[in-house]
Structures are given as C-alpha cells and as structure tokens.
C-alpha cells in the first residue's frame, strides 16, 4: 500500500492563480480530511469527509473547495489564491469505526505535505 | 468546541536525559487525546493515544503519556531520549462522538550530543 499520497510535493503561485491539490489513499478510508500547517498555529483543519459525496467545512474553509466523488481521492482547490494562503498542507484519512459510538479513534494517516507559496 | 494548549514551544535536551512535553486541554464533553510526532520535511505519525481505561498510555519509541482528567492534561514523557527523537509534537483532542481533530501549537524537540 502507498498510504496516503499527494501531489505536489512544492509549488508556488501567483495571486489570483488557480489550483487542485491532489490527495489519493489506497486504503479504502471513508474519511478524509485536509489540514494546513502554519508556524506557531499547528494544524488546522480546512475540510473533511465522511465518504463519497459528502463533504464539511472545518475550522478555516475560506478560500478553498473540495469534492468527494471517490472512496480513494480527495482533492484540494484553490480558486484564486492568495498570499495568506502560504502554508504546508496536509492530508489525512482514516477508517471509520461501523459501531454507534463514531469517532476517530481509528488512527488518521498523513501524507508527507505539499509546500505552497503565493507570491 | 475544544481547544488544545502545548506549554512550551521549544524544548532543548541532552542525549540520555528525560523529557517531558505539555499538553492542556478543554472541553466540555468527554474527548479522545492524540501526541502526534512530525520529523523534518515529513507527515505526522501517531505517537500514542488516550481513548478510555488505564490513564497512562504507552506508545511508539519509549514514549508514554498520562491522562488527568481533573487537571485537564496529557503530558508526553520519554526517560531518555536520542538524537532521532528531535522533531515537532503535537498534541490533539477529538471530542469523543467528533472525527475533527484540534492540534497544539506544537513543541519543537531539539536533543543535542
């Protein structure tokens, strides 16, 4: 198994530019999420999923758009970029527990990250 | 909603010597409580978890952490830590019915020779 994969690994931008961040698991995890990691902030998350077709924000949506239209990719969209938008991005996923008491207790996986920079 | 406050930013140690990183959190439901340990230029991997049970939870590379839920913390200690143990720690909480998890600043662990 890859575990968990993401493209780019560096990327830089222009303000304004567009962009898909790519995020793949082999896993066959029904949650997914995506976090960005800021000096001295930890991580934060931007959106997560519960499985295919279902998507919610997090705690900083603003600027970004996911879909989920398979169990295995998750991709992250930048519609105009901006420099606030300068972080390292991560993404994540896990199994989902199938009992009535739901929660990540299933360990998340984490991708190694995509640097991006918007100049 | 939760928060996650990691006390210290930076940790300097010597080869051979304990370690201890902290951890407060709050929340007002019951919680799950992750240590998270990120090496240069990778990903986070799970050191340990708190779920329910036995207070004191052992994890990956002689790490061990203890819940206390009276003083609302989860401190990570190592007795004797390596120079591959420098990296960035995190500390995170999930409510316990929730999938989001909310990190710490994080804790950067530098172990010298």
């Known amino acids: 198994n890859a575990g968990v994969t993401q493209t780019p690994k560096f990327q830089v931008l222009k303000t304004g530019q567009s962009m898909t961040l790519q995020c793949a698991q082999d896993?066959?995890?029904?949650?997914m999420s995506w976090y960005r990691q800021d000096p001295g902030m930890g991580l934060r998350l931007i959106h997560y999923s519960v499985g295919a077709g279902i998507t919610d924000q997090g705690e900083v949506p603003n600027g970004y758009n996911v879909s989920r239209s398979t169990t295995e990719d998750f991709p992250l969209r930048l519609l105009s970029a901006a420099p606030s938008q300068t972080s390292v991005y991560f993404c994540?996923?896990?199994?989902?527990?199938?009992?009535?008491?739901?929660?990540?207790?299933?360990?998340?996986?984490f991708g190694p990250g995509t640097r991006l920079t918007v100049l | 909603a939760q928060s996650v406050t990691q006390l210290d930013s930076q940790v300097p140690v010597f080869e051979e010597a304990p370690v201890e990183l902290r951890c407060n959190y709050s929340s007002s439901v019951s919680v799950y409580l992750f240590w998270y340990v990120q090496y240069p230029n990778q990903g986070l991997q799970l050191l340990l978890k708190?779920?329910?049970?036995?207070?004191l939870v052992k994890g990956i590379n002689g790490f061990e952490a203890e819940f206390n839920k009276s003083q609302t913390s989860f401190h990570l200690r190592k007795p004797s830590v390596h120079i591959s143990d420098t990296a960035e720690y995190f500390c995170?909480?999930?409510?316990?019915?929730?999938?989001?998890?909310?990190f710490g600043a994080g804790t950067t662990v530098t172990v010298r020779a």
């Open positions: 896993m066959n995890h029904e949650y």
């Open positions: 708190y779920l329910s049970g036995s207070t």
């Open positions: 994540a996923s896990s199994s989902t527990p199938r009992t009535v008491v739901r929660g990540p207790y299933n360990e998340q996986f």
């Open positions: 995170a909480v999930s409510r316990s019915n929730d999938y989001k998890l909310s």
